[in-house]
């Protein structure tokens, strides 16, 4: 099927989703129009429905705007599965075996993954972990300015547990 043609049955199934829901404002951009916007004004945005690959070129512009590609999870749910991974693809090649990679993206996305599983406890338990190693600890790794390891930055997460 030609890019054309899923993009349309695409937004055809947005628009007739939309209208079920009349209080949420929807609106269409086009892909090069929506990653400009992004980097400009990202505050425009609170959610965002988009085929896999404009969500890939999305995720990677909005990994940016937070700090990196290694802090961001993302989700592909759909009615017969869910898929969770680190935000930002097709990233990071260079650092395989470097023990250099931020895990953090990948324990958020093991956090969305455990929320739709029902096992919010577990979620925040880890989610708070996180966030006092990277917040509170400044335990992180060199893609946002620390100098720890990703050993590092897992075991001090296991620690804040």
């Not at 085929?51 to 990196?68: C, D, H, Q, R, W």
Request: hydrophobic share 40%; aromatic share 4%.
């Amino acid at each position: 099927m030609s890019r054309k043609l899923s993009d349309g049955e695409f937004l055809r199934a947005c628009r007739e989703v939309a209208k079920n829901f009349p209080s949420m404002q929807y609106e269409e951009m086009i892909v090069d129009n929506c990653t400009m916007q992004l980097a400009m004004r990202p505050q425009q945005f609170d959610v965002m429905v988009t085929p896999n690959l404009y969500g890939a070129i999305v995720t990677n512009i909005a990994s940016a705007l937070v700090g990196g590609p290694g802090l961001l999870a993302g989700a592909n749910v759909g009615k017969r599965g869910a898929i969770f991974e680190s935000g930002a693809r097709h990233v990071g090649g260079d650092l395989a075996g470097k023990n250099q990679a931020n895990p953090v993206g990948t324990l958020f996305a093991a956090i969305m993954m455990l929320r739709h599983l029902g096992m919010d406890k577990y979620a925040e338990r880890i989610e708070r972990a996180v966030r006092v190693t990277v917040e509170r600890d400044r335990v992180c790794t060199p893609d946002v300015g620390g100098t720890a390891t990703t050993r590092q930055v897992t075991h001090a997460v296991i620690q804040n547990l």
